[in-house]
């Protein structure tokens, strides 16, 4: 990390001098974005596992497990849940994209040029992803009322999560997950292309590079549907494989991993159906 020696702070008392040094470093502030509002997304993820359980969650929120309320209340604590979940999955996955326009700013710092918080950029960011919460959220009171989704919050067919495995490993061979990963794999193009110098310019690119990662991963996120909503080992899992695949270059992960969401997917299938021929013919 560069030191940033243009900057007289003399004028302040110690302790706002050491914010403002603090805050003249991008690299300093993109490290901070990504350790807080991760650390919070699995702090308020901890709680819930604390505190209850997975059905007592949707029972104390959202009314009887099997028909939760469609009120504005309990999609809004079932959208906070999904909100803390991505926060604890998608900030360590898109450090590398915070630092690297950390990197560029901290050039433009020591050339005494403007620059924007890295904080205004992971504002656009999990912007877009506490939008996907509140869609998830809807769509999970929806799969509860439709009884695909058990008291637990996990899936009650198993031809429904082996559908999900499969819905989600097929997207990783997609010209769309392609496109949308390789600009999360490589962002110094994109902001060297369209660069701000201001907070709302700063804001929208990390809405624009929030979207790609959208594109990037959602039918991963999906899963979660299939394995169990508040799933602490899957959510850890995922969010590590999603981290992975952002930072090797090439579709040689991505499409290991595809293979392998398709295997689990059909072999949960096949069970399901084995299942139900021994059930009929005992």
Aim: one cysteine or more; charged letters at 5%.
């Amino acid at each position: 990390m560069s030191e940033v020696t243009s900057h007289d702070f003399s004028h302040l008392s110690r302790a706002a001098a050491g914010l403002a040094h603090i805050f003249a470093r991008p690299k300093t502030l993109a490290a901070l974005c990504v350790i807080v509002l991760a650390g919070l997304g699995w702090f308020y993820t901890a709680i819930l596992f604390a505190g209850m359980d997975g059905s007592s969650i949707v029972q104390a929120l959202c009314g009887p497990p099997l028909n939760p309320s469609w009120s504005a209340i309990g999609i809004a604590i079932i959208a906070l849940m999904w909100g803390a979940m991505t926060l604890a999955m998608m900030l360590p996955s898109a450090a590398p994209m915070i630092m690297t326009y950390a990197g560029i700013a901290d050039t433009a710092a020591r050339k005494n040029e403007n620059i924007v918080s890295p904080f205004a950029l992971a504002a656009g960011y999990t912007t877009v992803w506490l939008i996907f919460a509140v869609l998830a959220a809807l769509i999970q009171v929806l799969l509860t009322h439709a009884a695909f989704l058990d008291n637990s919050m996990k899936s009650a067919s198993g031809l429904f999560s082996g559908a999900i495995f499969v819905g989600a490993g097929l997207y990783q061979f997609s010209a769309l997950k392609h496109s949308c990963l390789a600009r999360c794999q490589q962002p110094l193009p994109f902001f060297f292309t369209n660069w701000a110098t201001t907070t709302s310019g700063v804001f929208q690119l990390g809405v624009r590079q929030g979207v790609y990662c959208l594109g990037c991963c959602w039918a991963m996120m999906l899963v979660m549907f299939a394995v169990g909503v508040m799933s602490a080992s899957w959510m850890a899992g995922l969010g590590m494989v999603m981290t992975v695949e952002k930072l090797v270059v090439g579709r040689r992960f991505t499409h290991a991993i595809g293979f392998a969401l398709i295997a689990v997917g059909v072999g949960i299938v096949l069970a399901t159906f084995a299942g139900q021929w021994s059930a009929k013919a005992g």
